[in-house]
């Protein structure tokens, strides 16, 4: 059972978006980002503890990050520099909750998935962990997914047709 608080989640992102953007997140209310579109990047953990990162922000926020982070203008950005982008954050954010659990625990290679009418799923996972935040040009989502709970359900991001695994 994770014993990591919402807390610590929350104050991993708000350093690694100080550190690395020189962005400051606000935590808000879940109403705040759910008819926003989303594109996601997760990264797996396995060991001590077994689950997922899941991480999922509003095109115009991964655009004004990939920018940030290549500096370039966003007219400038290539694809794979947004994709290197939601990747790094996921493994960013991943790595420093990993740091967290007891160890023995290894992080998976990012993954990131685009597009409309997909869903993320971490098959045998839970949700036990969902935090939304507001940061300068966008919304952006931290879900936990961890597998063992017992409670039967699946972690999924909904939304329908298309799927992306991480198992």
């Known amino acids: 059972m994770l014993e990591v608080l919402s807390e610590d989640i929350a104050s991993i992102v708000g350093s690694v978006f100080e550190a ?5 997140v606000e935590r808000v209310d879940p109403a705040a980002t759910k008819t926003e579109p989303m594109s996601s ?17 509003t095109p ?19 694809v794979d ?10 493994n960013m954010i991943g790595g420093n909750f990993k ?6 625990c290894t992080l998976s290679l990012p993954t990131v998935v685009e597009g409309k009418d997909y869903r993320v799923r971490v098959p045998g996972a839970t949700i036990v962990r969902d935090l939304h935040f507001a940061i ?5 989502r931290v879900l936990i997914a961890e597998r063992g ?3 039967g359900a699946d972690a999924t ?6 799927r992306a695994t991480n198992a």
Do not use: H
């Not at 690395?20 to 400051?24: I, K, N, Q, R, S």
């Not at 990047?41 to 999922?56: N, T």
């Not at 991001?157 to 298309?162: D, E, G, V």
């Open 157 to 162: 991001r909904s939304k329908p047709a298309r």
């Open 136 to 140: 300068e040009g966008g919304f952006m």
């Open 60 to 78: 115009a926020l991964a655009v004004s990050l990939a920018a940030i982070m290549f500096g370039v203008t966003e007219r400038e950005l290539a």
């Open 20 to 24: 690395t953007f020189g962005l400051a």
């Open 81 to 90: 520099q947004l994709e290197d982008t939601l990747g790094e954050l996921v």
């Open 41 to 57: 990047s997760l990264i797996g953990i396995a060991g001590s503890w077994d689950g997922a990162v899941i991480i999922e922000c």
């Open 149 to 151: 709970t017992g409670e």
């Open 99 to 104: 740091a967290l659990l007891a160890p023995p």
